[in-house]
């Protein structure tokens, strides 16, 4: 009888470990690779995410990616995740990647994004631009003419981002709207130089049209996007449309490569979760370009001030 108890205690035992394993599978000790881009938030999120997944025993790496090229890399397996794909810069990369195989697509956060031209309020105000936010005021000479700079040629100037985010969509929507006799694109080396420009315009009350996107530092501190046509799928010049459209209220998605859930599986079912608001990432922004924090500290500080909403992610 004893020998049939200890018998049966270390079937427990084992039967015990066995399924314990399969419950909980511990992380490989591998560094998970974060990617890190060129605008604010993202850095801080990648930041807010390692310290997440350092929370549970992780490791993690940080690397600096081509915003498109990254969703190549990660199906390739050189990069774990990509934890804010914006569906108007991105959605085409992401989209190619994923149909080829490799790239997992892990759901959206709760904020929804818009990534266009737009301009400070103030600007509303002056007689800059009569009739802005609707984009037919940008057919008026005199529009144009206050929004040029020593380096537009005399016409109006429109400031993008870097060309890495959406290539050429900007100077493709000038000629398609009929505005490319008035206006010109300036591609800025940075999103620095986007918020620099703000400053300086009001300064010298000339008129500044810049490339913004929300979520950001700058929701609800007085920026507009212009209404352009409404965008349907396939109204861009690279999906064969006539580029006469505005950009998408767009998703922000995440993205695994497929080998992630199989190394971390404890980390994957909580980036699987995570999910962040429009004012969660505005706010991860604002640390950085308002209150001038590095990266790294905007996201010990996010982290330890919104505790309840990233514990929820890990439970
Ligand atoms: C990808 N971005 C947020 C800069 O538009």
Not at 58 to 82: C, F, H, K, L, T
Not at 290 to 296: A, N, S
């Amino acid at each position: 009888m004893r020998k049939i108890i200890s018998l049966l205690s270390a079937f427990f035992v084992v039967a015990s470990i066995t399924l314990g394993t399969a419950a909980y599978a511990a992380d490989s000790k591998k560094p998970i690779r974060i990617p890190t881009h060129n605008w604010s938030s993202q850095i801080v999120m990648a930041y807010v995410i390692g310290g997440i997944f350092e929370s549970i025993g992780n490791n993690v790496e940080y690397v600096p990616a081509d915003s498109n090229a990254v969703y190549e890399a990660i199906r390739q397996g050189d990069v774990d995740i990509s934890h804010e794909v914006w569906q108007s810069a991105f959605g085409k990369s992401f989209d190619n990647a994923r149909d080829a195989g490799g790239l997992l697509d892990w759901g959206d956060h709760e904020a929804r994004t818009l990534e266009d031209m737009g301009f400070p309020n103030w600007i509303m105000d002056t007689d800059l631009c009569p009739g802005l936010p609707d984009w037919t005021a940008l057919k008026n000479p005199d529009c144009a003419a206050n929004f040029a700079t020593p380096d537009s040629g005399g016409k109006g100037r429109w400031l993008e981002g870097p060309q890495s985010w959406h290539g050429d969509l900007m100077p493709q929507r000038l000629e398609a709207l009929g505005l490319d006799d008035l206006w010109m694109v300036k591609f800025a080396g940075g999103a620095d130089a986007l918020w620099a420009d703000l400053a300086a315009a009001e300064k010298e009350q000339r008129g500044s049209i810049i490339f913004n996107w929300t979520p950001n530092f700058t929701d609800g501190a007085g920026f507009t996007f212009i209404d352009f046509p409404p965008y349907y799928d396939g109204c861009r010049p690279v999906d064969g449309g006539d580029g006469k459209c505005g950009s998408p209220d767009g998703y922000l998605k995440k993205a695994v490569y497929e080998g992630f859930p199989k190394t971390h599986p404890q980390a994957a079912e909580i980036f699987k979760k995570m999910s962040f608001t429009t004012s969660h990432i505005g706010a991860m922004a604002a640390l950085v370009d308002t209150d001038k924090m590095t990266h790294e500290d905007a996201a010990k500080k996010w982290l330890s001030d919104n505790e309840s909403v990233w514990k929820a992610f890990v439970n």
